[in-house]
């Protein structure tokens, strides 16, 4: 047999999954959850429960409580209590917790998992793969947007009181969606998570709580439609957030209206998949795997819709059964299993009737010849054809893994085709015609368009929908204006009439420092950093550093021309830092925060030796943690723009990192202006050639230790110590250098401006003017990040 025919033949073997983790955890808390209110658990005020089961053997999980009126109006009270202490903290502390609820997350994420596996039905490669990850990013990333909250929403202040309603589809990921920017921007959240899938919601509680979440910022009712309804009715809750089917939603908008709730909805879907005649087949039918049989097609934003040009649709058609005989249903724990278990069997017979009522109004049904499971919710994957616009499979969403097909002729049909449902959640065009996508894309009335892709969600993008599948949209910054109202309009329940938020120091986990002992003598000479290893300089000559009283606290090499050229070689060679993803600059970036709070103490204890002042070395350490989170948050929200040229184009105004840039740090503040000046360069996709303070370089020599333990690459950050004129006029001169900051003298400016003329590169000088580097206005934001990115614009015209 040849190796062809193997691959032709070869049946996976079974991969199972254990669900070992996600049993403990229930036996442990004796299968039985009441809510979560307050930061404690209690039992259902009307004594009544429900329970929940496995949908791939219909098996019981665990015994949950049904949340009364009684139980709502605890939570709203909790959330309403919490809020002023919850919106007094400043957007730095709120950073704090999202950051440690994302840790938390990353630490439990396979328990996380296979809960969410064996609680919805969904195969385990996809929770693990796909929605645990997505629910750390979001945290993660909503962690920046609470850092930059001030900054970015001048005059905003959160909603207040925030009840949140979670569909049964993606359980812990649709909490992910809202609960993250709630709390970012302020809020405090009542959430009701499905009947059907409540468990990974009550971990998430667990894990706040362990993450130090003041009690009743976040509070968990569970119960089924009575409990939602509740929420929705409660007088004292400032906004209702929810995802589910568009008739509940047209319920909860009647219910509000009136209220001066806030309200955001996101509702049902038909999106159509628009495939054109010069389509890439083999790429078309993965997207459809990944559109329509993806979460057993339980998604709102499924591709459910096939429109093939005539040309390709028979061929299509083929290939797309060819395609469905090589899936697999069944174990959901079973990491080669494609398809898992409808939810309940309440949604499997939906799911029946709907198909069948699609074969008596004429539509060609085809499924896989194989069966699926017995035991447990299953359904295989289902093609329509011979489907009329106007046929219920065409425009009822099914929300199970049934597709229709339909064809169309013209670009033109094709977008009326699209547009014929009263939906408008997402879509997407297969072409290989830009001209052609970019076109059509536009016309198409629905939320997100992706273009050669399908099902494509992250933090940074905001997604929502048109008509029917509701308004307002979650993720993204377009997200965050959901939760935030102006300060002004903010008066009664519970917050004060136009309330000033107090800003607070947050707290580090430790009580505050009343000074330390002082640095024992320091018996070693701190070396240069190049490439991501300690290097002694070139010159073999070092140069004392000395505190208060001109004593002697320690020696850091002396830099020259050679140890110029090294680090700028070493810089060169990390590139690639620009080109990763602007999400793991961020994450990087944490990890520093993180490894220098741990070490506070030690760096507060350094600095006082160097200045003198201990109390001000207190407030630089915490200056600089704070910096680092600023910096974080921008790494993967500092965008670009799409530029309204008077043309038929899009026109795309990118945001690039400049490459290698030389920076001469300020003297005045050793640890804080290190990080302040090098940090924004290295957010951005930069790499650096850093010249420390040439008064008190020790505190950036002990940083390169933070460094090393967070994952920065070697050649990202290179530090050269020594006399900062001799050495900036080293780097302003060399040509593989791309931009020069210069924190220093008038004199040493001038220097700089002028040397840079060799290779034009960029420069960015203070002209001797000191700035406030503890005043985020000065030393911190926009500027940083103007002038560590350069700007490219791309033109893509449009239109046949």
Known sequence: MSIAEIFETMEYGPAPESASPAVAWLEERVRTFGHFIAGEWRDPRGGEWFETSNPADNRPLARLAQGSVEDVDDAVRAAREALPAWQALDGHARARYLYAIARHIQRHSRLFAVLETVDNGKPIRESRDIDIPLVARHFYHHAGWAQLMDAEFPGATGVGVVGQIIPWNFPLLMLAWKVAPALAMGNTVVLKPAEFTSLTALLFAEVCRDAGLPPGVLNVVTGDGRTGAALVAHDDVDKIAFTGSTDVGRIIRVATAGTGKKLSLELGGKSPFLVFDDADLDSVVEGVVDAIWFN????CCAGSRILAQEGIAEKLTARLRERMETLRVGNPLDKSVDIGAIVAPVQLDRIRELVEQGRQEGASLWQPSWSCPTEGCFFPPTLFTDVQPSSTVAQVEIFGPVVVLMTFRTPAEAVELANNTPYGLASSVWTENINLALDVAPRIKAGTVWINSTNLFDAAAGFGGYRESGFGREGGREGLWEYIKPRW???????????????????????????GPSLPP??????????????????????PVYGPGDRLVGDVGLGNRKDVRNAVEAAHKARGWGAGTAHNRAQVLYYMAENLGARADEFARRIAALTGDEAGAEREVEASIRRLYTYAAWADKYDGLVHATPLRNVTIAMNEPVGVIGVACPDAFPLLGFISTVMPAVATGNSVVAIPSERWPLAATDFYQVL??????????????????????????????????????????????????GNMKRTWVGYGRDRDWLDAEQGEGREFLRQATQVKNVWVPYGE
């Open 522 to 543: 320091i018996d070693r000479t701190a070396k240069l950093y190049i490439g991501g290893k300690q290097a002694r300089p070139d010159s073999g000559y070092s140069m």
């Open 489 to 515: 309009e903010v008066a009664g329940k519970g917050n004060g009439a136009r309330r000033e938020v107090v800003k607070t120091k947050p707290s580090r986990g430790e009580k505050a420092r009343n000074g």
């Open 708 to 757: 090393d333990t967070s994952d920065l690459p070697g050649g990202v950050v290179n530090i050269v110590t020594g006399k900062r004129d001799e050495l900036s006029e080293t780097l302003a001169s060399h040509d593989d250098v791309e931009a020069m900051w210069y924190f220093g003298t008038a004199e040493g400016s001038a220097m700089v401006e002028r040397l840079s003329a």
């Open 296 to 299: 057993q097609g339980q998604v």
